[in-house]
């Protein structure tokens, strides 16, 4: 039964660094960008912080812990990551809003 909660676990986190090397590679696309580019800068030190969490919350889940602390861990990381996304939407809406600023020029 561990070893079934061990290896869904892995594929998990897998999956999740997968996405956050994908997040960061499209990043460095646009971070050259002169229009979003401090933008971009802000939201991949945001971007660096999650994925430090993520690091730090899974590599705790290595050791043997009870169902409720990593139950309590992954819920704290997914709250960061919310807050995360929240805040790279407003970018994206305030970047949509020149867009349609520079649109009606």
């Known amino acids: 039964m561990e070893n079934n ?3 869904a676990l892995g594929g998990w986190k897998s999956t999740l660094r997968e996405g956050l090397d994908a997040a960061k590679a ?14 971009v800068t802000q939201s991949r030190r945001l971007a660096t912080s999650g994925g430090k969490t993520v690091v730090a ?3 705790k889940t290595a050791s043997v812990v009870t169902q409720e602390e ?18 790279q939407q407003g970018m994206i809406e305030q970047l949509r809003e020149r867009v349609v600023e520079l649109e009606r020029r």
């Open 5 to 7: 909660a061990a290896s």
């Open 26 to 39: 499209k990043l460095e696309e646009l971070e050259g960008h002169e229009t979003y580019g401090a933008s």
């Open 57 to 59: 919350v899974y590599g």
């Open 70 to 87: 990593a139950w309590a861990e992954t819920q704290a990381l997914l709250e960061e990551l919310v807050d995360i996304v929240a805040i």
